[in-house]
Each structure stands twice: as structure tokens, then as C-alpha cells.
């Protein structure tokens, strides 16, 4: 992994953006498809890599464990890998200005252990380079070819 972050996205200069880390999670299961969360908005349907901020006082990888059980309700096997970190300027929509500051772990998934939350999001596995098209933000389909060259 290399010491440089890259970054992504520009921001607008109307309002400064809140630092957000966060973490997301690449998952593969036994066919090669990718975990990838397909998020059900007011303003239509998004992708995204599993995952999201930290809590206080939380790690990343406890984040990413919180999060991979919450959007999926898979719990994680093993112990996470960090492959990649990327900084990317987003706005939500409701209108929050972030400076997102992830980190991508390279995770195998383990079984079902209910506990997901989130009711919009559903688990869909992809083929990965179907995953990079989709994804909602350039870090993570950035992120994904970073894991597929590992």
C-alpha cells in the first residue's frame, strides 16, 4: 500500500467540509463476486462498498465490523486486511459537506448472523468489474481496483 492518499471529488467553496473516517469493507465469496450494498434513496438507487463512519472511540476495523453487520447482517471471518486509504470530498443529501477519510480492508465474509439495520440497504454480490460502474463514489470503485490487483 502506498504512503500517499489520493483524493477525490472537489470542493464547492460554499461551506467547509466535516473530516468523516470511515471505513468499507471489499468481501468476496466463494464465486469471486463482491459484497456491494444497493442503497434505496428518495433520489433513486445508489452502490456503495459495505461500510461507513466511525463511532467515538471506535477503530476501523471495529467500524467496519459494526457496519458489514448492520447493512448486511454478515458477520466477518478472520481479521480484516487494509489495502487502501482515500480521502473524497461528498456532499449528502440532505446537504452535509464531508470529507470522507476511508479506509478499504480486504475481508472475508462469514455466516448470517441477523442483526442488519439498515432497511434501505440490500446485499447484492457483483462481479467486481461490474461493482466499479456502480459504485456511487469514485474512492471506492477506485478501491475495488486496488483489491483486484493484490
Do not use: C
Not at 466535516?18 to 469493507?25: C, K, N, T
Not at 439498515?118 to 460502474?133: K, R, Y
Request: without cysteine; hydrophobic residues 40%.
Amino acid at each position: 500500500m502506498s504512503d500517499a492518499i489520493p483524493v477525490f471529488g472537489t470542493p464547492d467553496g460554499e461551506a467547509p467540509y466535516r473530516p468523516r473516517p470511515a471505513a468499507y469493507g471489499l468481501l468476496s465469496d466463494t464465486r469471486a463476486k463482491l459484497a456491494v450494498v444497493r442503497i434505496a434513496e428518495e433520489t433513486g438507487t445508489e452502490h456503495d462498498l459495505p461500510g461507513g463512519a466511525l463511532e467515538a472511540g471506535e477503530t476501523p476495523e471495529a467500524a467496519l465490523a459494526r457496519e458489514i453487520v448492520e447493512e448486511t447482517g454478515l458477520a466477518l471471518a478472520g481479521t480484516p486486511r487494509l489495502i487502501a486509504r482515500a480521502d473524497h470530498y461528498w456532499i449528502k443529501p440532505d446537504g452535509t459537506r464531508l470529507l470522507n477519510r476511508a479506509h478499504y480492508f480486504a475481508a472475508t465474509p462469514g455466516g448470517d448472523i441477523g442483526g442488519k439495520i439498515e432497511d434501505n440497504h440490500t446485499l447484492v454480490w457483483l462481479a467486481p468489474e461490474e461493482a466499479i460502474g456502480l459504485m456511487r463514489h469514485d474512492a471506492a470503485a477506485w478501491a475495488i481496483g486496488q483489491w483486484l490487483r493484490r
